[in-house]
């Protein structure tokens, strides 16, 4: 019973649409019951919701939702750890690692042959939406899109989880498109308490 009430908590969005799954005309999608996503982010449409949770039979990789556009993707992920192994460190720690991680997980992706000329152009800390992000801009060449991008992830804490928000854009783009995109996301999630990446 208390195995199950741990799953329950972890199957955390609730999706109700009206349209088909690509590009719903109307959408709710909750995230524990607390956080309503928007329809829309930057004017890109919501696409999907997925539960990684079940997805991938590991409860602490949560839900990612999901936003397309021609030019642009976003996504939002709120979840307790990246690696089962980082259970038992603290919120900042994971938050950290997962920060730090960044770069030589895309460097072993460039050498599977994903995407070509990547290099991690800066990383930082970023304020938005009254918390403070951890921030790694990354530039590469996307292999099936033949096209330059820049992949902006955004890593925060969200009520005891880790909230993770990457925005993918046209690299030749305006910035000003993913500093709109992060506000709107970041004003969704409220802040409940001091985030502890402003350590």
């Not at 009520?159 to 709109?180: M, V």
């Amino acid at each position: 019973m208390k195995f199950t009430a741990f799953l329950l908590k972890l199957f955390i969005a609730i999706v109700i649409f009206s349209g088909n799954v690509y590009g719903a005309v109307k959408c709710t999608v909750l995230i524990e019951g607390q956080v309503e996503m928007p329809a829309t982010v930057n004017g890109i449409p919501w696409v999907r919701v997925t539960d990684y949770g079940v997805a991938e039979n590991a409860p602490e990789q949560g839900v990612g939702v999901s936003y397309h556009g021609e030019k642009m993707h976003v996504d939002v992920y709120v979840y307790d750890c990246l690696k089962a192994e980082w259970k038992g460190q603290s919120l900042f720690e994971r938050i950290r690692k997962e920060h730090e991680g960044i770069d030589g997980m895309f460097k072993e992706m460039a050498k599977m042959g994903r995407f070509t000329n990547y290099k991690m152009v800066k990383s930082d800390k970023v304020d938005a939406g009254g918390r403070t992000f951890f921030h790694t801009l990354l530039e590469f060449k996307e292999r099936s899109q033949n096209m330059e991008l820049y992949s902006d992830y955004y890593i925060s804490e969200w009520n005891g989880k880790i909230l993770k928000i990457r925005i993918s854009a046209d690299k030749y783009a305006p910035r000003k498109n993913t500093e709109t995109a992060l506000e709107e996301l970041a004003s969704v999630f409220k802040k409940r308490e001091e985030t502890v990446t402003s350590k």
